[in-house]
């Protein structure tokens, strides 16, 4: 009996054993499972986090990245060499211009020399086109063999962005006489911070950039062609109309100014007679802006011999005129309040514009309103003949022209525009 019950208790601690063992063996198995639950977390921690994707920031101004500086060769090299001693000559072995926007030209010149120059800045000067223009060396003018000579054309002075040198002609003189003339056309100043597209028509050429839908090229062109008919002009050369998006991106292609002022003034175009070119700022007013530029330019070409001094209120009324032929409620406004407040402007003091701010838009609503009363009064083609009139016959001055066209002085006109402007309170209808 006592066998038995010793036998039954080894079974009893036997099983009791196994029943530890086997669930020390789960036990162990289940904490190894959890241990491997938690790792992973723990492992993609420790490895590199993707980078969150930035949040989307948007930007009025637009982004304006300079391109590499372009260089282009010149089209001739030394139209001849000339002679210091029997043996020795100065010529040129190769040149090219560099496009350094906004700061103008660099003209790289490799010349041949078999004597030493001594080249003096101020005998340095580039000719281009019909003009001159003055250039220093960028290297030491006193070495004795330099080589390679660069020079900085438009550097000091405004060099207008997108002049077309058709045939540019270089010469080169040292201290001794030693010249050197070579050519370095055709070649276009440019500005290359953006990709550039192109349309025409018969007499304009249209630039721009970015979206076409946004430019209306083709609705430029028409509204041009309209102007130049309008006052039976075909310029000599295609008028390029260079359309800019921004301010920001249209500031370094047009002449300095000081900060003060360009904040005063915004500038929504300008107009270029020698080189032909309207720049114009793409905002909603583009059509307006557009032609107004534009007359300006044929201004310029309708008048280009006359002998009298001609007033802003002609060539500013005509072109405010061109860009809309009504008056903005804005300057109806300010003509009404000045002529309220005893502080309107006669056509002499509008002979030329303040450039004060606050009179500034005053000077061109009322030229604007005296042009407008006088085509409409008068007629487009009595403004066209008064143009030619004055054109034609050097000498005489813009009163003796007036009265000629007009048959009336023009105190006769300022006064009757004056009346007009009395009744409706400052409006032309």
Request: some cysteine; proline content about 5%; aromatic content about 8%.
């Amino acid at each position: 009996m006592k066998v038995r019950s010793v036998v039954l208790r080894i079974v009893i601690f036997v099983i009791i054993a196994f029943a530890i063992i086997i669930f020390a063996v789960l036990l162990s198995g289940c904490q190894a499972e959890k241990a491997g639950q938690t790792e992973a977390p723990q492992t993609k921690e420790a490895s590199p986090r993707p980078k969150e994707a930035p949040q989307e920031i948007k930007i009025k101004k637009e982004e304006i990245k300079y391109e590499a500086r372009r260089k282009e060769p010149c089209k001739a090299f030394s139209s001849g060499s000339v002679q210091n001693n029997p043996g020795e000559s100065l010529g040129v072995l190769n040149c090219e211009i560099e496009n350094k926007f906004p700061k103008g030209l660099r003209l790289i010149v490799d010349l041949k020399h078999d004597f030493p120059l001594d080249f003096a800045a101020s005998n340095l000067t580039a000719k281009i086109g019909d003009g001159s223009i003055n250039v220093s060396p960028e290297n030491n003018p006193e070495n004795p063999n330099p080589g390679k000579m660069v020079f900085e054309i438009g550097n000091s002075n405004y060099f207008h962005t997108w002049t077309e040198m058709d045939s540019g002609t270089a010469r080169i003189k040292d201290k001794k006489g030693n010249e050197v003339v070579f050519e370095t056309g055709p070649f276009v100043y440019s500005d290359p911070r953006f990709k550039w597209k192109e349309k025409e028509s018969e007499n304009m050429r249209v630039l721009f950039y970015g979206s076409t839908r946004r430019a209306r090229p083709e609705k430029v062109l028409l509204e041009a062609e309209r102007i130049l008919g309008n006052f039976s002009f075909t310029p000599p050369r295609k008028i390029r109309i260079i359309v800019y998006n921004s301010r920001r991106a249209i500031d370094p292609a047009l002449p300095f100014r000081s900060k003060a002022t360009s904040e005063d003034l915004i500038t929504l175009g300008m107009a270029f007679g020698d080189i032909d070119a309207v720049f114009v700022l793409n905002e909603k007013d583009l059509l307006d802006t557009a032609r107004h530029e534009l007359m300006h330019l044929i201004f310029d070409h309708l008048t280009e011999r006359a002998f009298a001094i001609l007033p802003a209120w002609l060539n500013e009324g005509l072109a405010m005129y061109a860009g809309n032929e009504n008056l903005s409620e804005r300057h109806i406004k300010v003509i009404s309040t000045s002529m309220e407040n005893g502080k309107f402007l006669s056509l002499r003091e509008l002979s030329s514009f303040s450039g004060k701010p606050d009179l500034v838009e005053q000077n061109y609503a009322e030229a604007h309103s005296f042009i407008r009363f006088l085509i409409k009064e008068y007629g487009q083609g009595t403004m066209l003949k008064l143009l030619s009139t004055l054109n034609e016959n050097f000498g005489m001055e813009l009163g003796e022209a007036i009265e000629e066209v007009y048959g009336k002085a023009q105190d006769s006109l300022e006064k009757e525009w004056i009346d007009g402007l009395t009744d409706r309170r400052g409006e032309v209808p």
